[in-house]
């Protein structure tokens, strides 16, 4: 379990994510000298003193809403196998709530921060345990005045980056109301801005054989280092495939693979002690995933007696799609009005966001559109979308949930499918 530094952990990892890729990205040559903090809304200086500025800022901490896994059975088992005394007090299981602020005095200086920001964190869905000790790392080395840095001396960063394991990030959209209460909370002026939720932070209480609040791992415990599509590992992970987990120990009496948070556990194809094959089942939702290896003691009659499991994981499921023009009107000059029709392997769950992407092929001037999906009633596998686009050919992609469904590449590297021609 991570300790209380994990919290000010993952805001210092999206921080400095931030900064670097700033250092990197040509937006800095038109904005020139911009700052990334991490500060209350209301400490930020506007209006006359305002300046570039990306602010990151913690502005709620709620439970996970699947912390039943935390079961009591499960804390007694970790106690038992890591020699530490049970505590009667369980972990917290938390979700990060962050509001992202781009502040700028020129005119489009705060929209180029902002779109600089949703680009950089839609990139990294998953921070993973390397990723946070590398920051952990160089965050304790570089300015050892901050308070951060003198609380980092007192731990081993590699095993606090271990215990955190992988956090996902997934952005909030709010409408104008949650907005509106939002900033009304934090009383200052509003600034263009976006939420986003980092999650699961597990925190453990102390005791005094262990002050630290750190559980080491124990020899027998599974540990996954590595989740990828087989063969290749640029390759995208879409329902039917093979799923490849790579790490230490993973070969048990019994082996089993918990996708997501579902309590049926999967037997998988191929275990080894350092990979496990599994074929993803047609009935997993596509987005950011979670997988755990779980191994089973069973007794004389077949029954599981204990289990013992491996730390959270995580990957993305990206939706593959087939499209069609179902309906188009020539009537306009410049626009077309037309529905695509969408079909989705594995299902989209009702409550899913879903985003329809149109990319014109042309060779020059080329266009893209974005079409937000209205929700739905029910889980569905065919979404009919309302379009109005120029007359033109365009590539077809979705996002579920940010998860991009994947383009074809003919043989001279040019996306050429799922495509469809509206006139």
Known sequence: MSNALSIAAVTAVLKVLLENGLVSDPITASLGDVMVTALPPDRISVEADERAQ?????????????????????????????????????????????????????????????????????????????????????????????????????????DLAEQMGQIK?????????????????????YRP????????????????????????????????????????????????????????????????????????????????????????????YASVQGVQVVHLTMDNAGQPIDLVESNVAAFVLHPTITASVTQADNSGEDLRSAEITVKFSPKVGKTQRVVLVLNEVSATNSVAYYFPVAARTEDTDVITIPVKVKPGNYIVQVQVDGAQSPLHKNKTGEYDSPQVTIL
């Open 54 to 158: 990306l602010n990151l800022f913690l502005y709620q901490v709620t439970q996970n809403r699947n912390v039943d896994w935390i079961s009591q059975e499960f804390r007694n088992r970790h106690s038992r196998l890591n020699g530490t005394p049970r505590s009667t007090t369980p972990p917290l299981a938390l979700d990060l709530h962050y509001v992202i602020t781009a502040y700028g005095a020129k005119d489009f200086q705060a929209e180029l921060l902002l779109g600089y920001a949703l680009q950089m964190l839609h990139k990294t869905p998953v921070i993973t345990a390397d990723i946070i000790e590398n920051t952990l790392i160089n965050a304790s080395t570089t300015n050892t005045s901050s308070a951060f840095s003198q609380a980092l001396a007192g731990i081993s960063v590699s």
């Open 169 to 189: 990030l997934n952005p909030e959209f709010f409408n104008m109301e949650e907005t509106s209460k939002l900033w009304s909370i934090l009383q200052t002026h």
């Open 193 to 284: 801005s976006a939420t986003y939720l980092a999650s699961m932070i597990l925190i453990e209480s102390s005791n005094l054989e262990n002050p630290e609040g750190f559980y080491m791992l124990p020899v027998s415990q599974p540990n996954i280092e590595q989740v990828i599509a087989p063969g290749n590992t640029e390759q995208l992970i879409v329902a039917g495939s093979k799923l490849v987990i790579r790490g230490k120990q993973l070969k048990g009496d019994v082996t089993r693979v918990r996708l997501g948070n579902a309590q049926t556990l999967l037997v998988p194809q191929d275990v080894k002690e350092s990979q496990i094959s599994l074929l993803i089942p047609p009935n997993l």
